[in-house]
T-cell receptor
Framework: EAGVTQSPTHLIKTRGQQATLRCSPI?????VYWYQQALGLGLQFLLW???????NRGNFPPRFSGRQFPNYSSELNVNALELEDSALYLC????????????FGPGTRLTVL | KQEVTQIPAALSVPEGENLVLNCSFT??????LQWFRQDPGKGLTSLLL?????REQTSGRLNASLDKSSGRSTLYIAASQPGDSATYLC??????????FGTGTRLTVIP
């Protein structure tokens, strides 16, 4: 069974640009979670999608947004990039809303120059 | 707001030693606590999950305990191996289905 996949692996952007990160959950999983792991700040919860709806949001500005598609894959968009957005962005999935275990993908490394 | 702390931030031990990693959290209203392993630049691998009603979980050389009332968990690694070198993260799950992560303990096992 394929795990959670994320693309691209690395992404380099400049300040002010937009970044789009993609995540495909494990087959059969309906919930997708996004986390940011910035240097020195640890893993922070960004967004949770389930059945196509945004269910919860972490303490991030509105320029962080996303969506979940009918096939349960998800996209994270970051607008008006700032230098401090440089981080590893991790996606996780779980088999149903509130599923106990979240399964993580390998991450997308975003670098903002 | 839930805050999760891990001590120590880094640990270096010789191969074969038993070791304990610590995790503390400020709000005892949790659904479960999970220990993860993260290799450099990689995603997370779930090691053990303890439900709020449980006291401990074991998997191979790993044993995790949970004392919800005092807001503490420990991860015990027996007979450490160089392949155990990684960053270990604990995370608590709250009612909002969020995971709150600690900042991790970077473990180095010296051959």
């Amino acid at each position: 069974e394929a795990g959670v996949t994320q693309s691209p692996t690395h992404l380099i952007k400049t300040r002010g640009q937009q970044a789009t990160l993609r995540c495909s959950p494990i087959s059969g999983h309906t919930s997708v979670y996004w986390y940011q792991q910035a240097l020195g700040l640890g893993l922070q919860f960004l967004l949770w999608y389930d059945e196509g709806e945004e269910r919860n949001r972490g303490n991030f500005p509105p320029r962080f947004s996303g969506r979940q598609f009918p096939n349960y894959s998800s996209e994270l968009n970051v607008n008006a990039l700032e230098l401090e957005d440089s981080a590893l962005y991790l996606c996780a999935s779980s088999p149903y809303r509130g599923g106990d275990t979240q399964y993580f993908g390998p991450g997308t490394r975003l670098t903002v120059l | 707001k839930q805050e999760v702390t891990q001590i120590p931030a880094a640990l270096s031990v010789p191969e074969g030693e038993n070791l304990v990693l610590n995790c503390s959290f400020t709000d005892s209203a949790i659904y479960n606590l999970q220990w993860f392993r993260q290799d450099p630049g990689k995603g997370l691998t779930s090691l053990l999950l303890i439900q709020s009603s449980q006291r401990e979980q074991t998997s191979g050389r790993l044993n995790a305990s949970l004392d919800k009332s005092s807001g503490r968990s420990t991860l015990y690694i027996a007979a450490s191996q160089p392949g155990d070198s990684a960053t270990y993260l604990c995370a608590v799950k709250t009612g909002a289905n969020n995971l709150f992560f600690g900042t991790g303990t970077r473990l180095t096992v010296i051959p």
